[in-house]
């Protein structure tokens, strides 16, 4: 510290002195005074003894691993406990919106499933985060299906499983690998499904595999050239359930 | 998720004239602007993990110390870290921890008048218990041994910083307890360096009197 202090009380500079808050020179100065002056070496020893004591003998407060957990969960670093909502959906759908705008659709290039899973259900997270109110909301396939017209080149396979009670919510654009990739969203009772749709080889063609990420279900399956992701907190076989009816429906279009 | 190119790149001419209004209304703040109006992003929880988590140790440990007891500190610290979620993109440089205190600080307050309206020391009361002190200097009065003070034990210890008025306390915490230097305690605490030194000092030198006192 440079600045000139009031000295109206030259105990302040011996607490200053302490904490190493003095520079060389009033340091030095102090010191000097320290030594000239009783009462002041006193207080040097005194505050010198506390200071011992508190960083020896005072217990330690650290948080407990459950409200780092919380915390993180609060933020949508962890699985949220809070309920899926529309807001939460439609900020969603703004945000990627924005990001995806004026970018160009390109092929993804190939990379780890485990980076992929990631992403996705990153994104369903992102998606149950509810930070602003806004009013877009879309059950019918007629109008999720062309939002993403001038979005994305590709044109996503929607369908409706309301009658399965997995009706459609809406879709958004989430960004997996740095590349915007349609999503579509379903309701299953009050759990989101996050659905993106990834394009993969040609013929690619692959059954249903299931895992989980943070607490979530991921069900990945291929066809058509086109890599599905189902995110949900609903349990496995909901999820197989809903995959199992997506991947039969026929596209009535 | 990456933010770049946010505010130049245009949605592509396509069908529609103007995209609906519920996608219009979209505005990624760069950094420093009003960040209460912003999306969540990716970013944000990186930067969230980056600038606030590392510190959360020290947030739990000044809210224990002002709200006195655990559970109220960890909701004062879960409510602290959201606030700083929401304004992580309003960090802009400086000391992380600092920063994160301060809304830890400010958040504790806020928690203690809504929920213990009668407890708390004002603040505003503040002025007079320094006025007080600084003129008749009675807590200061005694001045045991520095070997008396070495002998105290941590309960007594806790007991006694727990018993200091909240300045003298929260800037003694921060301080001792915590490491901050003089310039970071004038942040978070919003006062100037001239009264963090003599709130230090006083906290101190109360805090020396009762653990010194032999009958206590």
Same mark, same amino acid.
């Given at each position: 510290?440079?600045?000139?202090m009031s000295?109206e009380?030259p105990?302040l500079?011996?607490? +200053?002195?302490?904490?190493?808050e003095?520079?060389?020179?009033n340091?030095?100065? /102090?010191?000097?005074?320290?030594?000239?002056?009783?009462?002041?070496?006193?207080?040097?020893?005194r505050?010198?003894? %506390?200071?011992?004591?508190?960083?020896?003998?005072?217990?330690?407060?650290?948080?407990?691993p459950?409200?780092?957990?919380?915390?993180?969960?609060?933020v949508?670093?962890r699985?949220?406990?809070?309920?899926?909502? @529309?807001?939460?959906?439609?900020?969603?759908?703004? /945000?990627?919106a924005?990001?995806?705008?004026g970018?160009t659709?390109?092929?993804?290039?190939?990379?780890?499933?485990?980076?992929?899973?990631?992403?996705?259900?990153?994104a369903?997270?992102?998606a149950l985060?509810?930070p602003?109110?806004?009013?877009?909301?879309?059950?019918d *396939?007629?109008?999720v299906?062309?939002?993403?017209?001038?979005?994305i080149?590709?044109?996503p396979?929607?369908?409706?499983?309301?009658?399965a009670?997995f009706?459609?919510?809406?879709?958004?654009?989430d960004?997996v690998?740095?590349?915007a990739?349609?999503?579509l969203v379903?309701?299953h009772?009050?759990?989101?499904?996050?659905?993106?749709?990834?394009?993969?080889?040609?013929?690619?063609?692959?059954?249903?595999?299931? *895992?989980?990420?943070?607490?979530?279900?991921?069900?990945?399956?291929s +066809?058509?050239?086109?890599?599905?992701?189902?995110v949900?907190?609903?349990?496995?076989?909901?999820?197989?359930?809903?995959?199992?009816?997506? *991947?039969?429906?026929?596209?009535?279009? | 998720?990456?933010?770049?190119?946010?505010d130049?790149?245009?949605?592509?001419s396509?069908?529609?004239?103007?995209?609906?209004?519920?996608?219009?209304?979209v505005?990624?703040?760069?950094?420093?602007?009003?960040a209460?109006?912003?999306?969540?992003?990716?970013?944000d929880?990186?930067?969230?993990?980056?600038v606030?988590l590392?510190? %959360?140790?020290? +947030?739990?440990?000044? $809210?224990?110390?002002?709200?006195?007891?655990?559970?109220?500190?960890e909701?004062?610290?879960q409510?602290?870290?959201l606030r700083?979620f929401r304004a992580?993109r309003?960090?802009?440089?400086?000391s992380?921890? +600092?920063?994160?205190?301060?809304?830890?600080?400010?958040?504790?307050?806020? @928690?203690?008048?809504?929920?213990?309206?009668?407890?708390?020391v004002?603040?505003?009361? %503040?002025?007079?218990?320094?006025?007080a002190?600084a003129?008749?200097?009675?807590?200061?009065?005694?001045?045991?041994?520095?070997?008396?003070?070495?002998?105290?034990d941590?309960?007594?210890?806790?007991?006694?910083?727990? $018993?200091?008025?909240?300045?003298f306390?929260?800037?003694?915490? %921060?301080?001792?307890?915590q490491?901050?230097g003089?310039r970071?305690?004038a942040?978070v605490?919003?006062?100037?360096?001239?009264?963090?030194m003599?709130?230090?000092?006083?906290?101190?030198?109360r805090?020396?009197?009762t653990?010194?006192?032999?009958d206590?």
């Open positions: 510290m440079t600045r000139s000295p009380d105990k500079l011996v607490h +200053a002195y302490l904490d190493g003095l520079d060389p020179a340091a030095l100065a /102090v010191e000097q005074r320290i030594a000239a002056d009783p009462a002041l070496a006193a207080e040097c020893r505050v010198e003894a %506390l200071q011992q004591l508190l960083r020896e003998r005072l217990p330690r407060e650290t948080p407990s459950a409200l780092r957990a919380r915390i993180e969960a609060a949508g670093m699985r949220p406990r809070a309920q899926p909502s @529309w807001r939460a959906l439609a900020a969603s759908i703004a /945000v990627t924005v990001l995806a705008s970018t659709f390109l092929a993804l290039a190939p990379q780890p499933t485990d980076e992929v899973r990631e992403a996705v259900v990153a369903h997270i992102r985060m509810a602003q109110p806004i009013d877009v909301a879309s059950s *396939r007629h109008t299906k062309p939002w993403f017209n001038g979005r080149p590709q044109a396979r929607v369908i409706d499983l309301a009658k009670d009706p459609l919510v809406g879709g958004r654009l960004v690998g740095r590349k990739v349609p999503t379903y309701r009772r009050q759990h989101l499904i996050s659905l993106v749709e990834l394009p993969a080889a040609e013929g690619t063609s692959s059954g249903p595999s299931l *895992r989980t990420a943070g607490g979530y279900n991921v069900l990945r399956w +066809a058509d050239g086109v890599a599905y992701w189902a949900s907190d609903v349990g496995a076989a909901d999820l197989r359930q809903f995959a199992d009816l997506f *991947r039969t429906a026929q596209p009535d279009q | 998720m990456t933010v770049a190119g946010a130049t790149d245009r949605p592509p396509g069908r529609r004239e103007r995209p609906p209004d519920h996608l219009r209304i505005s990624l703040p760069a950094q420093g602007q009003d209460k109006t912003a999306m969540v992003t990716g970013d929880r990186t930067r969230f993990a980056q606030v590392p510190h %959360l140790g020290d +947030a739990y440990a000044l $809210a224990r110390w002002i709200t006195g007891n655990r559970a109220d500190a909701d004062v610290v409510d602290a870290c700083a992580i309003g960090y802009a440089d400086g992380a921890r +600092a920063w994160v205190l301060t809304i830890v600080r400010n958040t504790a307050y806020t @928690w203690l008048a809504k929920n213990r309206p009668a407890a708390e004002a603040m505003d009361d %503040l002025e007079a218990v320094e006025t002190q003129v008749s200097g009675d807590a200061e009065a005694m001045t045991p041994e520095a070997t008396l003070i070495a002998e105290a941590a309960a007594r210890l806790t007991a006694a910083i727990a $018993a200091l008025p909240t300045p306390r929260e800037a003694l915490v %921060l301080r001792d307890v490491g901050l003089y970071e305690i942040e605490t919003g006062v100037p360096i001239g009264t963090v003599s709130r230090l000092a006083r906290g101190r030198g805090l020396i009197a653990i010194g006192r032999k206590a």
